[in-house]
């Protein structure tokens, strides 16, 4: 079963119907990833709507700067607990929900190459508290819905290839609430991961090292480019330090596994 409040996110990036998770059709303006920041960081809120009973206190406002207008999703959530027990009865140690975990992700994103499958975020205070502000955007199913429809994509090679990319990013940041209802598809058949405010673990170890099948080479190179330094500069105040040496502790991991397949299946079977 899908999380309350993934599932409730997802509506609230993507606009979905009430009852139903089809998106409004809008034509995206033609901007870069820079101008959407700045946009994000500078438009003025021209309305506001607090989105179901989930548990982060999400908001979908819509901005404006009077020349473009959109909506972002604002995440405040910076929720800290010795030991958090979920209704499946599992639990966790340091547990942390935090918008900061968003900004992170992004900003990790952009080191490896992967910044066009997370939607841009920036830090932003509104309503007297600060917040990760991501980019509205278009979809026409998630994972769950099109599992459940039993709909297929018209290049299966080219979808498997999205979804290696995104379990190799989710493995790395340690994302303990990657599910179907945080994976979002456009029409054009693109993947978007939204929701990371449980990322970031400080676990070295891998949390589902199975879920790595294949990896793309370039990733792969970034990958073994990657420094602490890095990802301090990237992903600071965001991260503490100890949440970035895990995160390197976790590269050297998904670098070794990769390598090992590769010498026992062969480079072909494993990169691509």
């Known amino acids: 079963m899908l999380h309350i409040r993934s599932r409730l996110l997802a509506c609230l990036v993507v606009g979905c119907l009430a009852g139903a998770a089809w998106a409004v059709s809008v034509e995206e303006p033609n901007l870069t990833p820079d101008q959407i920041a700045e946009f994000l960081r500078t438009a003025k809120v021209v309305s506001s709507k607090s989105v179901g009973k989930g548990v ?47 900004l992170a992700a992004y900003e990790l994103a952009k080191l490896l190459g992967l910044e066009s499958m997370i939607p841009v975020h920036v830090e932003r205070k509104w309503g007297g508290r600060s917040g990760s502000l991501s980019w509205w955007v278009p979809f026409k199913w998630d994972e769950g819905d ?35 209802g945080n994976v979002l598809i456009t029409e054009e058949w693109k993947l978007w991961m939204i929701d990371f405010t ?31 330094e890095q990802v301090e500069k990237a992903t600071k105040p965001h991260l503490t330090k100890s949440e970035m040496k895990a995160v390197v502790a976790r590269r050297d991991k998904i670098v070794a596994l990769f390598e090992k397949m590769a010498k026992e299946k062969g480079e072909n079977e494993v990169f691509y």
């Open 146 to 180: 099109r599992l459940k429809g039993k709909i297929q994509p018209p290049d299966a090679e080219a979808w498997n290839q999205q979804m290696y990319r995104m379990r190799v990013f989710s493995q790395l940041v340690y994302d303990t609430d990657r599910n179907l």
């Open 198 to 228: 449980r990322a970031f673990r400080l676990y070295n170890d891998l949390e589902n090292p199975k879920n790595l099948v294949k990896c793309d080479r370039q990733l792969l190179e970034k990958l073994k480019q990657l420094t602490l």
């Open 56 to 102: 982060t206190g999400i908001s979908r406002l819509t901005l404006s700067d009077g020349k473009i207008t959109h909506d972002a999703a604002f995440q405040p959530v910076d929720e800290t607990k010795p030991m958090m027990e979920f209704a499946t009865g599992r639990r966790e140690m340091n547990f942390r929900d935090s918008w900061h975990f968003n």
